[in-house]
């Protein structure tokens, strides 16, 4: 997937793609190691912030 920080283009849903593929893989592992250190405990959120906060990097440029 081509993206471009300069146009805003597929940015954010290649940030998407990668956390969701991130979620697959430390999911497969819970399911396969049970009590594994490489897995989140269950119920623990990991917060990326809101879209106010990529609106606000945006603007500040390089």
């Known amino acids: 997937m081509q993206t471009s920080a300069l146009e ?9 793609e990668i956390l969701t593929q991130i979620h697959h893989v430390i999911s497969r592992k819970a399911l396969k190691g049970g009590n594994d250190q490489t897995t989140l405990p269950k119920g623990q959120t990991i917060n990326v912030g809101s879209r106010n906060d990529v609106s606000a990097v945006k603007k500040d440029g390089c």
């Open 8 to 16: 805003s283009t597929n940015v954010e849903h290649a940030f998407t």
